[in-house]
């Protein structure tokens, strides 16, 4: 019999629907029942991809005796994190505080108010490596409901006493300067490992955001060293197994500091970022690798994550079958020698164990190998890697699939539209900016309500029921403006606009310049969540500041780039201290110190070849965060192309920036300077 969350549309709560357990999704008629019954709040945060919340799930709430014990006492909410961000980021920053460390599955037990007094994570269901059993947890819990309720009160009271007191001391509206830029740049420095790339220990993350930081600021300031740890960072990390060597993509991250082992869960954010930021490194360096990189990894996102309504999936799971019916990580991605002679024959076996650095030994478990491109001095037939590649590929695509996560995520497909558009017009594949116009098409239709208003998430064309955060108005307004400069249509200028006018309304706190993560409409929990820092994607905070900045050069508007300069205020306090988690913030400084750049191109028509050229040339700028506008000589399509006039009847560039205007040119070299100078 399916419980309540069988009526839901995240693919993580419809894993739960047939558990035991008499699941809850997080609603205000959960806490009306946990008050008119008398019972704590179990709250349970996961996502569909995590491999421990398909651990924790299979071992207890599958239990009917667990369950069973779960149902008498507790009324029990399940929450997927990426439906609610705001829900799972005020508790996870209680978890946090209280315990020095948070992680999903995040296990939470809250008053009838929604107050938390009890925290953890994953629970075993037997006492292990000094944790409790999640029975023993349980019951400790009641106990504690039962016969100290007074003191259950006075911790949750404290707690939400203590996070209503942790307000953020950001340092104040102004923008951050060439000292703090270059303070980040000397921090990332010592953060940085010269034998591997990337930064810090393991587990190590793709440093996306990092690295357009670093490039950005290499193309506004010439510093060799920054581009250096861009392009080395780049490198280690598409030969490392965290990058899917036949089918294209990245892994989560990678549990060693050499990249080799990934955690194999794929998500949209992160190849979306990856995307883009190779483009760029190609777009910088001219390098044949990150160029391969990005047109992979976008075609990996189209191939494997589009949805049949145009709109980009969340994830692929990390586990799959190994074929005998268990659930492993990894199994769809390694190999062992023997399985590379069943695909290839002998003597091809032999040439990609070699090139893909297959041992006997292997570098997973149980022999099995991650396949990555090993440094080494021999040459090798590209044909017949390109033979044995396409092989092999073939010979995984029969092996049992892992899982999609098909909810599409606004805030993600922002980024993969943004990072899918620019690919595109690089490398002349129009193909993926369609795919751009797909999802952004998707977005308006599903997303958007009568007042630009955005849901959260949808799934099968159908929209959710929870209203979008910052992040999702930031990041969508940034594919907006990505794909306005791609495509010459100045109606996704104008979407953008309506997005960030809600930013300006809903989400700014107008005394300080301060950003929060939901509404001030949105439903009130029990702090109201802000988080200035880039994690696994921009923050909303950093996202909006970029957005706001682009709109801002665009159209003029003081009100949007007055929001911009004051958001980044964050910047200049948190980025000379830690510059690895304020990556983006970082390179939208960047953007506002260069200006940004504000390209117009004026042409008879948009399929005339002098003004592709012209356009193509302008997109190829390396100014940090430079806005381009196309079009025909008076068109209203875009603000930028005002006033502007062919130059003797030739297609003509204008570039500007702080109030001044360099000449127009029709020389697509000249321009080709002015953008990278």
């Not at 082992?261 to 690798?289: I, Q």
């Not at 190994?322 to 032999?350: C, F, K, M």
């Not at 820092?533 to 923050?539: G, I, L, Q, R």
């Not at 930028?640 to 204008?654: E, K, M, S, T």
Request: hydrophobic share 40%.
């Amino acid at each position: 019999m399916p419980n309540r969350l069988a009526h839901e549309t995240s693919p993580y709560l419809l894993q739960h629907a047939d558990n035991p357990v008499d699941w809850w999704p997080w609603s205000e008629e959960a806490f009306e029942e946990a008050r008119r019954s008398d019972r704590p709040v179990l709250l349970s945060v996961g996502y569909s991809s995590c491999h421990w919340c398909h651990v924790m799930a299979h071992e207890s709430f599958e239990d009917e005796a667990t369950a069973d014990f779960l149902n008498a006492h507790f009324v029990n909410v399940k929450v997927d994190r990426e439906e609610r961000p705001d829900v799972d980021a005020v508790y996870m920053e209680a978890v946090q505080a209280a315990t020095g460390q948070g992680g999903w599955p995040m296990t939470v037990f809250l008053t009838p108010e929604a107050e938390p007094f009890y925290f953890g994570t994953y629970f075993p269901p037997a006492p292990r490596h000094g944790m409790p059993s999640f029975r023993q947890v349980l019951e400790g819990v009641r106990s504690a409901w039962t016969d100290r309720r007074d003191e259950v009160a006075e911790v949750a009271g404290k707690i939400v006493r203590d996070l209503a007191g942790r307000e953020i001391s950001y340092g104040g509206t102004e923008a951050p300067g060439e000292q703090e830029l270059a303070q980040a740049l000397l921090g990332l420095t010592r953060e940085y490992d010269p034998q591997r790339g990337g930064f810090g220990g393991a587990p190590k993350f793709p440093p996306s955001m990092v690295i357009e930081f670093l490039l950005r600021h290499h193309a506004r300031t010439g510093a060799e060293g920054a581009l250096q740890m861009a392009q080395d960072t780049g490198e280690r990390m598409a030969r490392g197994g965290i990058y899917d060597q036949l089918g294209g993509g990245f892994a989560r991250y990678s549990v060693d500091r050499d990249w080799v082992v990934p955690h194999f869960e794929k998500m949209l954010y992160d190849n979306a970022l990856l995307c883009r930021v190779y483009a760029h490194l190609w777009r910088a360096t001219g390098s044949d690798l990150a160029r391969r990189v990005a047109l992979e990894t976008a075609d990996f996102m189209v191939r494997e994550l589009r949805t049949e309504q145009g709109g980009f999936a969340s994830a692929l799971d990390a586990d799959s079958d190994d074929g005998t019916g268990r659930h492993v990580e990894g199994a769809y991605y390694v190999w062992t020698p023997g399985q590379l002679r069943e695909a290839l024959g002998d003597d091809d076996a032999e040439l990609a164990a070699r090139y893909f650095g297959v041992t006997e030994e292997g570098t997973f478990e149980e022999g099995a190998s991650v396949l990555q491109l090993p440094q080494r001095d021999e040459v090798f037939d590209a044909e017949r890697i390109a033979s044995v590649r396409a092989r092999l590929l073939e010979a995984r695509a029969s092996r049992p699939a892992p899982g999609r996560d098909d909810k599409v995520v606004a805030a993600w497909n922002g980024l993969a539209i943004a990072a899918l558009a620019e690919t595109g017009a690089y490398f002349d594949r129009p193909d993926l900016v369609e795919a751009a116009v797909g999802a952004a098409d998707l977005l308006v239709r599903v997303h958007f309500d009568d007042q630009a208003r955005l849901t959260r998430t949808s799934k099968d064309g159908r929209a959710g029921a929870n209203a979008g955060v910052l992040e999702d108005y930031g990041d969508v307004a940034e594919g907006f403006l990505a794909l306005a400069s791609v495509t010459g249509e100045g109606v996704w200028l104008d979407f953008a606009g309506f997005l960030l006018d809600h930013v300006l309304a809903r989400f700014v706190d107008e005394e300080s310049g301060a950003l929060y993560d939901t509404a001030a409409d949105a439903e009130r929990l029990i702090r109201r969540p802000q988080d200035p820092t880039d994690n696994a994607v921009p923050s909303g905070w950093s996202a909006a500041a970029g957005a706001l900045l682009g709109y801002a050069a665009h159209t003029g508007s003081e009100p949007h780039r007055r929001a911009a300069e004051r958001a980044l205020g964050v910047v200049k306090a948190l980025g000379p201290r830690v510059p690895r988690f304020i990556g983006w913030g970082l390179a939208v400084a960047e953007a506002l110190l260069d200006g940004p750049r504000e390209v117009a191109v004026v042409g008879p028509s948009l399929s005339d070849e002098a003004t592709k050229t012209l356009h193509r040339t302008a997109l190829l700028g390396t100014a940090p965060g430079a806005v381009v506008a196309v079009g025909a000589a008076e068109s209203d399509e875009f603000p930028l192309l005002a006033d502007r006039p062919l130059q003797q009847g030739a297609p003509a560039a204008y570039v500007c920036r702080n109030f001044t205007c360099d000449a127009p040119t029709t020389d697509p070299e000249r321009l080709r300077e002015a953008l990278s100078s």
